[in-house]
């Protein structure tokens, strides 16, 4: 990635389009997106207002799509984005900003804040000031094949073991299979009993699945950093293996962002509509929920709360059936304050967790959550998303929180009874 | 030039002048922001009832859940200047007569009295956000030359109109002559600065509502 300026303003030129002109028209500086920002709410600081994360890109916009700023431009009334403006920035547009978009719902003019930081990014990656962080995930992904490093014989020995422990055959390459099934490297390093509940639930639901040896890697760090070139790589390596294998549906693992990579930009990346469907896997397991084609029996009785990832719920529109799926195997699951559509986020969403310099802020932001959990005092914490999980877990030990965190599926996947029911 | 040649003046030759480039800065700037277009989205959408472009235009005219709480002055001073503002613009009788006059449009109005209690209103409202801007350390940080400027256009016509109605400080054609000098700068920089949102709400709300909706996401 040869970076540099120049590319970097060309790259914003390019997509500046009528929404965000229309957005920068609108703006009339309320200040009401701060109040929604955890980065502005937790610190205080003016600076973390979403709006003004984007002030470069706006006068670019100006400068380069209105007569006046033309003209401002050529009288040397408006002054040009320069790789130092862009290098402060750095922080509003990545550290602070984990793309969660509580601000575009609150905007009374209707700007689509979280929309134009997304493109804001290319800019900020095709001029060379992204984070080394993303940029050291992005360059795993495109290299090895996913963010943390993670290759196929890690994939193929956590199956292994998935297939010792529970009986259960792990499919792999299996042609004409109903679903494939992704995952997120941190589900491989970190949370194995992912792919444990996945055959579980699939073996009893009766459904063919599979994973993919080209394409098992769900994450997408290519979008987070923000640039679709190489976004584009990661997501044509899904397509391919789902065309090849010729699935029905490809789900998405519990990842926010990968949700948002492959079900909403992806179509878009490859430049056509995909020949198969995306579903989360809160999704199809909701999905399978109404059908009766999930049957738990037990509950667990200690008190849960849920923690809605931002790109599963309000920026992806799953609400509802991670409540049903909860309230089918929980007997004392409340809801904190804010939860589902406005809930707040980790704090570590849109590569943000990736950025190692980001880390005290983010352990600030995390004050957000704690107020959420000390509203409800829960017992533990249930989430979709592996990201979310590792933020909240880091923040919970900070702040010194005894609140384990689960996975919503994993926990579904408990309460189906042994095979041969 | 005396009282009365300036009086001529705004209400022949400036008003004219000022129109025109109220109504082809409107126009021109349409035409700059939503030429730019936008890419169709290829995704397979969701649909979910009430996730629209139309329901977002709507729905962003009330505070989300909670967020009233956090402004109130800049919802309720919000509202009542807005408010206050078409009120006084559209149904006091001698503009809806101005406006009879250049478009052969008319419809009833509201008493004088009325429109002077609502005038006083929304003259409060706008001191009270403008102190608010002073006061609310983002509103500060987030504000330029700008953000005052366009208070100040948009103040004067409120102001000078009502003293010129209650016959204070000057003579009523001078007072009269300054209102509609102050309302015809109004037009000839709202369509050049964030005054403009009073055109372009609607397309962002309804973008926003678009994008998010294809997502089954009603926003």
């Not at chain 1, 109040?35 to 984007?54: M, Q, R, S, V």
């Not at chain 1, 890697?217 to 044509?236: W, Y």
């Not at chain 2, 101005?98 to 005038?119: E, H, M, N, R």
């Amino acid at each position: 990635m040869s970076a540099s300026l120049e590319k970097g303003v060309r790259v914003l030129k390019e997509v500046i389009d009528a929404p965000i002109a229309s957005y920068f028209s609108s703006c009339v500086h309320c200040g009401l997106c701060a109040e929604a920002c955890l980065f502005y709410t937790e610190t205080g600081d003016p600076k973390y207002t979403p709006i003004h994360k984007l002030e470069p890109l706006r006068r670019l916009y100006e400068q380069e799509y209105t007569l006046l700023g033309r003209l401002g431009k050529m009288v040397g009334l408006s002054k040009p984005v320069t790789d130092d403006e862009l290098e402060e920035w750095k922080e509003l547009v990545y550290n602070s900003c984990t793309l969660c978009g509580r601000c575009s719902v609150v905007c009374p003019v209707g700007n689509d804040i979280v929309y134009m930081v997304r493109k804001f990014r290319e800019g900020m990656s095709a001029s060379g000031h992204a984070p080394e962080g993303i940029i050291g995930a992005v360059n795993r992904t495109i290299t090895i094949g996913s963010p943390m490093g993670v290759k196929l014989p890690a994939v193929k020995a956590q199956m292994k073991h998935v297939e010792e422990d529970h009986g259960l055959p792990i499919p792999l390459d299996v042609e004409g299979a109903e679903y494939m099934v992704m995952l997120s490297s941190m589900e491989i390093i970190n949370f194995p009993e992912y792919l444990a509940a996945i055959a579980k639930i699939m073996h009893q639901a009766g459904k063919t699945w599979t994973l993919c040896s080209t394409a098992f890697e769900a994450t997408n760090a290519g979008m987070q950093i923000g640039n679709s070139d190489l976004a584009k790589v990661l997501v044509t390596r899904i397509v391919d293996g789902a065309e090849k294998l010729k699935v029905k549906t490809v789900i998405s693992p519990e990842c926010g962002h990968a949700y948002t990579a492959l079900r909403w930009e992806g179509a878009n990346l490859i430049g056509r509509p995909f020949t198969f469907k995306v579903q989360h896997i809160i999704e199809v397991l909701g999905e399978f929920q109404e059908n009766g084609l999930l049957k738990t029996e037990g509950f667990e009785v200690d008190k849960l709360t849920f923690h809605d990832p931002c790109q599963l719920a309000r920026r992806g529109g799953v609400i509802k059936q991670q409540r049903n799926l909860m309230n089918m195997v929980a007997k004392n699951f409340v809801e904190m304050p804010d939860a589902g559509f406005m809930n707040w986020c980790c704090g570590g969403g849109g590569g943000a967790s990736a950025i190692e310099e980001g880390e005290e802020l983010r352990l600030e932001a995390f004050k957000k959550k704690k107020s959420q959990l000390d509203a409800v005092k829960p017992d533990r914490l249930v989430t979709a998303c592996a990201n979310c999980r590792i933020v909240l877990e880091e923040g919970l030990e900070h702040y010194q929180m005894d609140i384990p965190v689960v996975g919503l599926t994993e926990m579904i996947a408990e309460h189906i009874p042994k095979q041969g029911d | 030039m005396n009282e009365m040649q300036f009086l001529t003046w705004v209400r022949g030759q400036g008003l004219d002048l000022a129109v025109s480039i109220f109504l082809l800065g409107v126009l021109w700037r349409i035409f700059e922001i939503y030429s730019l277009g936008r890419k169709k989205d290829l995704a397979a959408p969701r649909h979910v009832a009430g996730a629209s472009g139309w329901h977002t235009i709507f729905r962003r005219s009330l505070p989300p859940e909670g967020m009233m709480k956090k402004s109130p002055v800049t919802y309720v001073g919000g509202y009542i200047f807005h408010i206050g503002l078409a009120i006084v613009v559209f149904l006091f009788a001698p503009h809806i007569k101005l406006i009879q006059s250049l478009t052969g449009l008319s419809w009833p109005g509201l008493p004088s009295q009325f429109i002077d209690l609502v005038a006083v209103v929304t003259i409060a409202a706008m001191v009270v956000v403008l102190f608010d801007r002073i006061n609310k350390p983002v509103k500060r940080y987030l504000s330029t030359f700008e953000d005052w400027f366009t208070w100040t256009l948009a103040f004067l016509p409120v102001l000078t109109g009502w003293m010129a109605v209650q016959h204070l400080l000057l003579p009523y054609a001078t007072m009269l002559a300054l209102h509609i000098l102050s309302v015809e700068l109004l037009l000839v920089f709202l369509p050049f600065t964030k005054l403009f949102h009073a055109f372009t709400v609607f397309g962002s709300r309804w973008y926003i509502g678009k994008i998010n909706g294809h997502k089954g996401v009603a926003v």
